[in-house]
Structure formats: C-alpha cells, structure tokens
C-alpha cells in the first residue's frame, strides 16, 4: 500500500524556518517524481515545488523561489522541503504527493502536516 | 502564472449530472493535453479523479469524466451522489517555467 507521511510542521515566527519531511513506502521510491502542494486556511490548492526521481530537475512556484528548497534521499525513500524567511502568507496545510516520472499528476497524496508562520 | 478559472460552486440534485469548467490560456490547458482533476472532501486529502484531460485512474468511478476543448477542461460528474459533494481542483502542467498551475476550486452541492 502507497503511504506517504508528513512531519515537521509547526508554529514559526516571521522570517524563521522549518524544515518538512515525507516518508514514502509502498512504492519504489527512487523511480518517481515527488511534488509538494500547499493550502492556506480555507483556501484553495497552491503548488509549491517538484523533483525528478534522480533530483536532476527541480521546479519552484515563484511564490516560494528562492526561500524553499527541495530535495530527496532515496536511500531513506524520503522528500524534503526546507522553507527558509517564512512570511505569513505560507501559513498552509503542506501535502507532498507521488507523480509518475515523466508525467504531469499527482497520484497518491499524503495527508499533510501544517505550518503556521505568527509571531 | 495566474491561477486557472473555475466557478465557484455548482450544484445539483441526486441523479443529476453536473459540469464544472476550467478556463486557462494558451500557455497551459491549450498547449498541453495534461490537465488533472482532483477531488477533495473537508479535512482530507486531494483524490486525482482524472489525469491527462481524460483518462480516469483505476478504482474512480466511471461517473466521472474527463474533456477539453481549446484553453477549456472540463469535469462531468453523471448520476450525482450524495458522496460527490466535495471541493475540486483542476490542474494543468504549464511548461517548464511556470510548471503546474491549479483553478481557484468549485465547490459541488449535492441538494
């Protein structure tokens, strides 16, 4: 069964950072593309950032350039997302999801872990 | 890269079938056929309903399709249930600048 865990959510304050984890099991971990989607409060869903299976080709929302950074370990079948400056406006429920390599959607989901940046 | 445009909300009655649009331009749902779906009920996670403009994942019912024309996708859901009320998402990829661009949301009512 495909199961993809979230942590490393929390309460930040402004211009701080966190760093958020997925665990993968089920699946191959290390052929897939993984892909993390956002949604603030009551909102809709944002995407926020994509790797490739080798970590070769990486991809950013221009909301997030620049502040957040991908990345994976395939040998711990886990996904990262290292959010650095948190503003306010990043408060949001993080999912990170499953994409088939070479392909354009997300399969499988995770159920999220939540950041919220307040001072 | 704006976000794709969806109706609000859309409703219907048991039974019924309902369409939800999903407006974008040229650099995205026109320009590719990689246009997805998701459904997502409160609190839970999105569920992918359809992938590729119109195929249709493995265990999603077959009420649900799928259908694009110029810079429009579209979602049909035919004989409506009660457990189709929920909130869905489109998405397109939108090249390798911009990448995956979702809609706003439409949230469907099942009256």
């Known amino acids: 069964e495909v199961q993809l865990v979230e942590s490393g959510g929390g309460l930040v304050k402004p211009g701080g950072s966190l760093r958020l984890s997925c665990a993968a099991s089920?699946?191959?971990?290390?052929?897939?593309?993984m892909t993390w989607v956002r949604q603030a409060p009551g909102k809709g869903l944002e995407w926020v950032s994509s790797?490739?299976?080798?970590?070769?080709?990486?991809y950013y929302g221009d909301s997030v350039k620049g502040r957040f950074t991908i990345s994976r370990d395939n040998a711990k079948n886990s996904l990262y997302l290292q959010m650095n400056s948190l503003r306010a406006e990043d408060t949001a429920v993080y999912y990170c999801?499953?994409?088939?390599?070479?392909?354009?959607?997300?399969?499988?989901w995770g159920q999220g872990t939540l950041v919220t940046v307040s001072s | 890269q704006s976000a794709l445009t969806q109706p609000v909300s859309v409703s219907g009655s048991p039974g019924q079938s309902i369409t939800i649009s999903c407006t974008g331009t040229?650099?995205?749902?026109?320009?590719?056929?990689?246009v997805s779906w998701y459904q997502q009920h409160p609190g839970r996670a999105p569920k992918l309903v359809i992938y590729?403009?119109?195929k249709r994942p493995s265990g999603v019912s077959s009420r649900f399709s799928g259908s694009k024309s110029g810079n429009t996708a579209s979602l049909t859901i035919s004989g409506l249930q009660a457990e189709d009320e929920a909130d869905y998402y489109c998405?397109?990829?939108?090249?390798?600048?911009?990448?995956?661009?979702f809609g706003g949301g439409t949230k469907v009512t099942v009256l």
């Open positions: 089920g699946f191959t971990f290390n052929t897939y593309s």
């Open positions: 998405c397109s990829y939108a090249g390798s600048s911009a990448y995956w661009v």
């Open positions: 590729e403009d119109n």
């Open positions: 040229n650099s995205d749902i026109g320009s590719y056929s990689l």
């Open positions: 999801a499953r994409v088939w390599s070479g392909y354009h959607y997300a399969d499988y």
């Open positions: 790797i490739s299976s080798g970590s070769k080709n990486i």
